[in-house]
């Protein structure tokens, strides 16, 4: 295809490029870092059929990797380690999520789990904590907390960016210009959006000075199993008490 088009125009493909220039290009592509002069040395003198191969199988396993794509996906889900406006403090847990989206490219995550767990990761059976840390996609929306501000109107701003953010990230769609009109060329309706809309808004305003509700997460991976459990305890607590509640309004 590509080859027609130049002889057509009367061009000529560009050169092959050599080992050290296809070094250099996979190992930016890949980790976003140059190789070293180790690295170059041993591909260099690496003859074998598999001299790539091996290469790129390196540069995957390398954590490296994880970091750089994870830095894409990262600017996707709009991370950031303040909460932006003219105030811009620190979330001071929201690492938990970076590590996460590192560790699931690392470790070579299905993209249906990485979705699932980022989006539902709470609802999973048996959800561990690295599922519930998951579910911090959804909570990267600024959060203006300067006197005077309307709360009922930034936790709309919340829900709406949530929506803007799962349709352009997850398929590739701007939701903004529905919000007042149907789309004028792609087949989304304007009540498509509010029926969006309506999947998150239905929490609450805290009118809290944080990023409150937190997720306590243990320091030691030894204490991972005891806290898991601990959380299930609670769940099963709290599930009694809605229960509960229940059958009291129905008395």
Known sequence: FVLARLERESLLPSAEADKSALLRRVSLDLTGLPPSEEELAAYLADNSPQAYDKVVDRLLSSPAYGERWASMWLDLARYADSMGYEADRRRPGVWAYRDWVVDAFNRNLPYDQFVIKQLAGDLLPNATFQDR???SFHRQT???????????????VAAMDRVATTWSVLNGLTMNCVQCHSHPYD????????????????SNDADRDDDFPTLRYPKKSSQLIDAAEMQQEALQLLHAVAASDREAVEK
Not at 188 to 193: A, E, G, K, M
């Open 133 to 135: 840390i998951a579910t």
């Open 142 to 156: 600024p959060n203006n907390q300067e006197g005077g501000t309307d709360d009922e109107e930034f936790r709309l």
């Open 187 to 202: 087949p989304i309706r304007h009540t498509d959006y509010y029926k969006s809309l309506a999947f998150f808004n239905t």
